[in-house]
């Protein structure tokens, strides 16, 4: 099947949720099917990376001007698109892809989040797929009330905004994808809506381990459910914490942590920024966190750490986005309390026994549930559903 894939970013190399789930996607889709990439190239792209994405894909790339995306913002304030819809509009992206429809037969269109949709929502002949990973509107929703003043304003609005956008959204594309029951549900479980979770690699756990840090926290810092949960979790938790034990430290790892993450560094705690490999330092790990109070969709560094073999603690609004993930079998769950949750870590950390055995489940899960292959098996199946009777033909055609 020939496929036309927007993105917003630049797959490679991935350092946020999208880029993980395009690259691993068009990865192991381009196995079987021919895709053509439409994306923005940013000044810092690597040609060396352009080069390796193009063994998987044809590459069409329109160069990011980010002076102008922010004059689209501006403009989006007196708009009824989503702010961040509009942040990614371009003039040379719409020719570019009109272009590649007038002049191209695909089988398939699928768009990548909905800031790409404006670009083809409107397109009729070919079926389209769009992967909105989580409910942008429950996003700003939370977002608004963890907010202040002017931002929490910002927020409302675009959660408003989103909505709309999501409804329309679930009308014109043939098949619309989140990553949870949770979000599904936040669109109004239309009967189009299809879930496709996250995935991760797995990796052999490493034996005999020898521990770098107690407490574990990873993610994209520039991410505000991240933020918010670190700041949270260091002003409110660990020193209830490390009351109970004292020599505890605890790592903050990920990429663009601001100026007030990389203040909490101290003899407990150390900021990293950017590391090669985040499951490195997950199997170094006695135990990841997950402390998050807002967001949506569902959160891949669970996920990550439990692809690692490092038991996690996440409150009762990260563990609603990982489906068949149960206390004390593939996760321990905590309130959004901080005595709570710190009871909770102090509980888990002095268990080492009951910590080895849900990191064994969880690892079963990982295999069964959420391996890239498994992903994009179910993600072949979304675009049969789609495509209907015209793939059968395509493939009947090949063989």
């Not at 990439?37 to 894909?57: G, H, N, P, R, S």
């Amino acid at each position: 099947m020939k496929i036309l894939y927007l993105a917003p970013r630049f797959p490679y190399y991935p350092l946020k949720g999208d880029q993980l789930r395009d690259y691993n996607q068009i990865k192991l889709l381009s196995k079987k099917h021919e895709i053509t990439l439409v994306t923005f190239q940013a000044a810092d792209t690597k040609e060396e990376d352009i080069k390796y994405m193009q063994q998987y894909c044809r590459l069409e790339l329109v160069f990011w001007n980010k002076i102008q995306s922010h004059l689209n913002v501006l403009r989006g304030s007196l708009s009824r698109l989503p702010l961040q819809v509009g942040y990614f509009a371009s003039p040379a992206m719409s020719a570019k892809i009109k272009h590649l429809l007038k002049h191209n037969h695909y089988d398939l269109i699928h768009v990548h989040l909905a800031r790409m949709a404006e670009y083809v929502k409107d397109h009729q002949g070919i079926p389209k797929v769009i992967d909105l990973m989580d409910a942008f509107s429950l996003n700003m929703r939370n977002r608004a009330k963890r907010e202040k003043l002017l931002f929490k304003v910002v927020s409302k609005v675009e959660e408003l905004r989103m909505k709309n956008y999501e409804k329309t959204l679930c009308q014109k594309f043939d098949k619309v994808i989140v990553v949870s029951e949770r979000d599904r549900a936040a669109l109004g479980i239309q009967e189009n809506v299809s879930i496709l979770p996250l995935g991760v690699d797995l990796r052999k756990p490493k034996k005999n381990k020898k521990y770098r840090h107690d407490l574990i926290f990873t993610g994209n810092m520039g991410y505000f459910p991240n933020q918010d949960a670190v700041l949270w979790f260091t002003k409110e938790v660990f020193p209830l914490i490390l009351k109970k034990m004292p020599h505890l430290t605890f790592a903050i790892v990920g990429n663009n942590p601001g100026q007030k993450i990389k203040k909490l560094a101290s003899k407990h705690i150390k900021v990293t920024g950017f590391v090669p490999s985040i499951y490195d330092y997950l199997a170094q790990a006695r135990l990841a966190v997950a402390p998050l109070r807002s967001g949506s969709g569902m959160q891949i560094k669970v996920l990550e750490a439990m692809a690692a073999g490092c038991p996690v603690v996440a409150t009762h609004y990260v563990s609603e986005g990982i489906a068949h993930a149960s206390e004390r079998k593939e996760i321990f769950i905590a309130p959004d309390d901080a005595q709570q949750f710190a009871d909770k870590v102090v509980q888990v950390l002095q268990n080492n026994n009951l910590c080895q055995q849900v990191a064994k489940t969880a690892l079963n899960l990982i295999e069964k549930e959420y391996t890239w292959n498994r992903v994009v098996s179910r993600l072949d199946r979304i675009y049969t559903e789609s495509a209907g009777n015209d793939l059968l033909k395509t493939d009947s055609s090949k063989e």
